[in-house]
């Protein structure tokens, strides 16, 4: 198949359209307003889920659970706790 018969193809199937999204496309996670910092690197919620940020380079910001915050003084997670807090 020729480039150009791929491009129409896409064209015609709206793949090509410069405002559609790729399949997975990343959402920023939304963190609830009720949360306990402990400095800028963790966060504890109102149900006791302990979180560390995260961010890789070119990627928004990332809570992930702690399972053993012991360093912030907080109990291990407990199985209700989200492994990560999303939008």
Do not use: F
């Not at 910092?37 to 302990?50: E, V």
């Not at 990332?62 to 997670?77: C, E, F, M, R, T």
């Amino acid at each position: 198949m020729t480039l150009l018969k791929i491009a129409l193809i896409a064209s015609a199937l709206g793949l090509a359209a410069p405002e559609a999204q790729a399949a997975g496309t990343y959402k920023a996670p939304q963190v609830p307003a009720s949360v306990q910092q402990h400095g800028s690197q963790w966060i504890t919620t109102a149900d006791g889920c302990s979180y560390s940020r995260t961010q890789a380079p070119g990627y928004p910001v990332q809570w992930v659970l702690i399972l053993n915050p012991h360093h912030i003084g907080k109990p291990n997670a407990h199985a209700k706790c989200p492994p990560m807090l999303g939008g």
